[in-house]
């Protein structure tokens, strides 16, 4: 596999260049695998449609980037078979130029690896009992795709004191599916303008919502033919209402159950009552009492209010 680097003198031109091809953050998401971030998403970044969330202000990729190098000094301490060294340089594909890898240390040793550093809060900590999260896995391998390389290695830090390690060998059949993904994605929908399918994630409603912020008071006429979804909708909303009161019902039993106690356990099943009290911020109070403040700090954002069904007029 041949690669060419890119190095930029500002982080302001990497992020500019990072549009013009798919990264190992893009690759889970171009696939469906994560969970915060759709294709539509991708394709509306890409194709300069909207501009790339800047998440630098997040605490979550503040310590994460604070945290990177003890993370990565760690794995240096457990592994003194391998050199751990930085790559400052975007890697970009010859064959495949719009396929880019960043990584976060290149490994030498018995062959060439990627060590990736990652940070993840408690909450998250059921996501990597077997390995990293799956849209983590296909970051590494298109990384591995891009480079050529032989192995990788994902660090993780829990919780800011639990630290985990896992080895993740090449695997040409994750390789091949990814790169199907990945060149598809570009030639298909990016090249060409063309908005990708719906996946049905989260996070494609908020950015369909960002794409029509301003809608029209027309109606758009088609025949139930054309839009089977319109019953599909219809229907999932009745079976989803029918299975919240069944869970709802059985819930409620067990809880009647367990009273004061802190759960319930079966042969099989652990069931633990989680009980807390919850702060509230009222709104209401705050803007009478302070509205230029209110105001101040209110930001509007467009918001996807979900689609209400009711008769046809036609």
Not at 11 to 29: K, T, V, Y
Not at 53 to 63: N, T
Not at 216 to 244: C, H, T
């Amino acid at each position: 596999m041949r690669y060419r680097e890119l190095r930029f003198e500002s982080r302001d031109e990497w992020l500019e260049a990072r549009n013009n091809g798919i990264g190992g953050s893009d690759a889970g998401a171009v696939m469906g695998l994560n969970p915060y971030r759709s294709p539509l998403e991708v394709w509306l970044e890409k194709t300069g449609k909207v501009e790339p969330k800047d998440l630098s202000d997040k605490e979550a990729v503040e310590w994460g980037t604070r945290l990177e190098p003890m993370v990565a000094q760690k794995f240096a301490d457990n592994h003194p078979e391998l050199k751990v060294l930085r790559k400052n340089a975007t890697m970009v594909s010859v064959d495949r130029p719009w396929a880019f890898a960043n990584i976060d240390r290149e490994l030498r040793g018995d062959g060439r690896g990627i060590l990736e550093c990652k940070t993840a809060g408690l909450r998250s900590a059921d996501q990597w009992v077997f390995g990293p999260p799956e849209h983590y896995i296909a970051q590494i391998q298109h990384y591995l795709s891009v480079t050529g390389w032989d192995f990788a290695w994902c660090a993780v830090l829990i919780g800011g004191q639990e630290y985990r390690e896992f080895y993740i060998p090449r695997d040409a059949e994750d390789i091949a599916a990814i790169d199907k993904a990945v060149d598809a994605f570009w030639n298909e929908y990016v090249a060409k303008d063309v908005m990708p399918k719906m996946t049905g994630l989260r996070s494609e409603s908020g950015a369909l919502a960002g794409m029509y912020p301003n809608p029209s008071d027309e109606y758009l006429s088609v025949m139930d033919a054309d839009m089977p979804e319109l019953g599909e909708i219809s229907d999932l909303k009745r079976q989803i209402k029918a299975l919240e009161e069944r869970k709802s019902k059985a819930e409620n039993i067990v809880k009647a159950a367990i009273g004061e106690a802190k759960g319930i356990e079966s042969e099989s099943v652990r069931a633990t009552w989680v009980r807390s009290t919850q702060m509230t911020f009222d709104r209401k109070r705050f803007e009478a009492d302070h509205p230029d403040l209110a105001e101040e700090y209110t930001e509007k954002k467009p918001k996807d209010g979900g689609l209400r069904l009711s008769p046809s007029r036609c």
